[in-house]
């Protein structure tokens, strides 16, 4: 096997075995620069070299780990330099590892090999194979046998075998099971027990003819049982017509792989054949459980091995076990934004705050995956332009939703982001999705495991872009994480093509997401909820301190009778740091919050700090008020008085002319400082009233009178309207609501 590393620079004239250099045993698979000395194959995939007479697996650029070896460049998950490895089965390779070493990397090339070919078979059936080049394999023949190099081979000879031999299979069948099931009369009449009906006897229990062990029966037992195994563990589609009692997949795994039953099995039973076809299945079968058999493998076949712009596929894997459907059934202008922008990956899940299965109450997750080498320490490195480039699809999808607010077009089925009592924002996960390959080092008792499923952060990696510090809730409080999975993992569940092992890793995957970038701002931030008090104007205090707390506040639910409250934590300042918010800022800000939260408790109980979480425990308190807008207390500031026509300012009243009004008692009801207009009752009518210049205290006939002088006349309509002693007494303050209403006669 000859291994190549996508997107690495290699020296074209350097040797690689038997005098032939890298140009020599590439240039009838991929295209090669004539004048170039070093060249990088942008390829991933597995084909056959004619000139090598070996085949060539395109190792994904995943494998590199971005250490030194001293001069010989990058190394890779191997413990050595990709120019090293060119030959992997060289004499130079096994005096480089151990025995056990070299065998462990080979099964896990075989095991890379399929899984790479199916990830590239699954994408060719949904999307567009512009990417994708058919190259030539090996196939089975009748040819000098010669060493299997990988598990794939065998497994197409399988496929392909099965696919060409369909007649030969339904004769076996048919000869094997002519005469089964037929009743044995004879034993029957003498071991059973006859019913008489109607004169005829008639037998329950049957006896049919014994059915006789056939050892080319045994042998497709074990054949089809090897393609059931490829197709439930690897997701091949097999055409499997003949209805054999199988051997169960994992007692061909525990058994017949792990404890060499096979071999041996296979072994014993080898002297029962004689055709040609029979001896074909069986080299094939003994292949499958001992890979170092040879078989002959001299023609070439043509298929889909072989995949250019890899990261597309790898965007596509993701973008299926993360996404789901998801992705289709958003509008379009979320995915595929005004300004070009296109969002590789996105979807409606629990919002950070709450847990809540209501629509509207729910938050977009937006994520970029990232097919990128490896650097040092094990880390992917992002350039500003990805990073901010995250941060805008995440301003376009909030725009866009407010918009559908604004415009009165949300018809419930999107999360609304913005809460309007406080003008708060559901904060937006937002992630990068990188792929990786533990090395040897790091990866542990994972190294190389294809079972590994776990998602992992990177450290470190957290961005932080605002307008204002101390404001989560701020529309312009972007928070960008980076997460690692596992390339091997990835590239089996989606090769593998089982929706259900993938609705369960996308299940757990987004509860990973959403506790993950919890924990993130539970270092951040410290987190309470308020509840209104009992007899307190919240509505109208969270109005009156909206720049204070702007950003700090956010109500997770629609009709809930508390909110959240989010504060920088003073103890994280090494984090804050980290995402460039300066020392001095942090205690401006720390103070600021003492002095919030005891404004905060003249109209709010304040609960003790709690961590974000799967849910949120509100606690239960008495006496708790209304985060409701309350109706407006009726402001009366318009006296009455009564005019009659007896009196001698009568006529100017009526005229509409007077300047000054006594009356005679002073109300005691009544606050005279809000005395703000006059309307007087001239002869039981009203018709219009005066602003009051001043209001004060004087005395008639020797006795206290209140006095008010007035200015101009305000006229309420023509027609005067009768309502002393029906509505109104002298004396009173009314609004100016009252007032008009009286008037038009509407009480």
Not at 249 to 273: A, E, S, V
Not at 318 to 341: A, F, M, R, S, Y
Request: glycine share 4%.
């Amino acid at each position: 096997m000859l291994l190549f590393i996508e997107g690495y620079p290699y020296s074209l004239n350097g040797m690689v075995r038997d005098n032939l250099t890298v140009r020599d045993v590439l240039k009838d698979v991929v295209s090669v620069p004539v004048k170039e000395e070093r060249y990088a194959f942008e390829y991933v995939g597995y084909c056959y070299s004619k000139v090598a007479k070996d085949v060539i697996f395109f190792l994904p650029k995943v494998v590199l780990t971005g250490e030194q070896i001293e001069e010989n460049g990058d190394d890779t998950i191997f413990g050595a330099s990709p120019q090293e490895i060119i030959d992997f089965e060289s004499d130079k390779i096994k005096s480089k590892f151990t025995e056990e070493g070299c065998k462990e990397y080979k099964e896990f090339l075989s095991t890379l090999s399929i899984w790479v070919y199916r990830a590239i078979s699954v994408y060719k059936q949904t999307h567009n194979a512009n990417i994708l080049e058919s190259k030539e394999y090996q196939t089975e023949s009748r040819g000098r046998k010669q060493k299997h190099n990988t598990l794939l081979d065998v497994i197409i000879a399988l496929r392909d075998f099965n696919r060409d031999n369909q007649d030969y299979f339904t004769f076996i069948v048919k000869n094997v099971h002519s005469g089964y099931n037929r009743i044995n009369w004879t034993k029957t009449i003498t071991s059973s027990h006859a019913f008489i009906q109607s004169d005829t006897p008639v037998y329950i229990e049957p006896v049919n003819k014994k059915k006789m062990v056939n050892f080319d029966e045994e042998l497709l037992v074990i054949y089809f049982s090897i393609l059931n195994y490829i197709r439930e563990t690897h997701g091949f589609s097999f055409e499997i017509n003949i209805h054999y009692h199988l051997i169960n997949p994992d007692k061909l795994r525990r058994t017949y792989i792990k404890k060499n039953m096979g071999c041996r099995r296979l072994k014993q039973i080898k002297y029962k054949y004689f055709s040609d076809k029979a001896l074909r299945i069986w080299d094939l079968c003994y292949a499958f459980f001992d890979r170092e058999y040879k078989i002959a493998m001299n023609r070439q076949a043509e298929d889909f091995l072989l995949a250019k712009n890899f990261e597309h596929i790898f965007e596509v894997m993701i973008d299926t076990l993360i996404g789901g459907n998801d992705k289709q059934n958003l509008p379009k202008e979320l995915t595929e934004q005004k300004d070009g922008k296109l969002v590789d990956h996105m979807f409606i899940g629990q919002g950070l705050i709450e847990q809540s299965d209501i629509q509207s109450e729910l938050t977009y997750y937006i994520g970029d995956s990232k097919y990128y080498k490896r650097s040092k320490n094990d880390r992917t490195q992002l350039g500003d332009k990805s990073i901010y480039k995250q941060y805008t699809y995440a301003r376009n999808v909030i725009q866009w939703n407010m918009n559908l607010f604004l415009d009165g077009d949300s018809n419930g089925e999107q999360p609304q982001l913005r809460d309007t009592l406080t003008e708060g924002y559901n904060p937006i996960p937002n992630f990068f999705i990188s792929a990786r390959i533990p090395n040897r080092q790091k990866g542990g008792s994972k190294f190389l495991s294809f079972d590994d499923r776990e998602l992992k952060t990177q450290e470190g990696s957290v961005q932080l872009n605002r307008q204002f510090e101390n404001r989560l809730f701020d529309r312009d409080t972007l928070l960008l994480c980076h997460y690692d999975v596992n390339f091997l993992y990835i590239v089996s569940l989606y090769g593998r093509d089982n929706k259900n092992a993938q609705s369960a890793w996308r299940e757990y995957v987004r509860k990973e997401f959403r506790n993950r970038i919890q924990s993130t701002l539970n270092q951040l931030y410290t987190f309470r909820t308020i509840q209104p008090r009992e007899g307190m104007d919240c509505y109208q205090f969270i109005s009156d301190n909206f720049q204070r707390l702007n950003g700090k506040l956010y109500r997770p639910k629609t009709d809930g009778n508390y909110l959240v409250l989010a504060l920088m934590k003073e103890e994280e300042t090494d984090m804050w740091e980290v995402l460039h918010v300066k020392p001095e800022t942090i205690r401006n800000e720390v103070d600021k919050n003492k002095e919030l939260l005891d404004s905060l408790q003249t109209h709010f109980y304040v609960s003790k700090p709690f961590m974000l979480d799967t849910e949120l425990h509100v606690e239960d308190i008495e006496n708790v008020g209304t985060l409701n807008k309350l109706p407006k207390p009726e402001f009366k500031d318009i006296m009455t008085g009564l005019v009659r026509k007896t009196d001698t300012d009568y006529a100017d009243f009526y005229n509409h002319t007077a300047k000054n009004y006594t009356m005679e008692r002073i109300p005691t009801s009544i606050n005279v400082m809000d005395i703000r207009c006059f309307l007087p009752m001239v002869g039981g009518d009203i018709d219009g009233y005066y602003k009051v210049e001043k209001v004060y205290f004087g005395t008639k006939n020797g006795k206290p009178c209140l006095k008010l002088n007035l200015s101009s006349f305000i006229s309420l309509g023509k027609a005067k309207v009768p309502i002393y002693r029906i509505k109104m007494q002298p004396g009173e303050l009314i609004s100016k609501e009252l007032m008009v209403k009286l008037y038009e006669r509407r009480i």
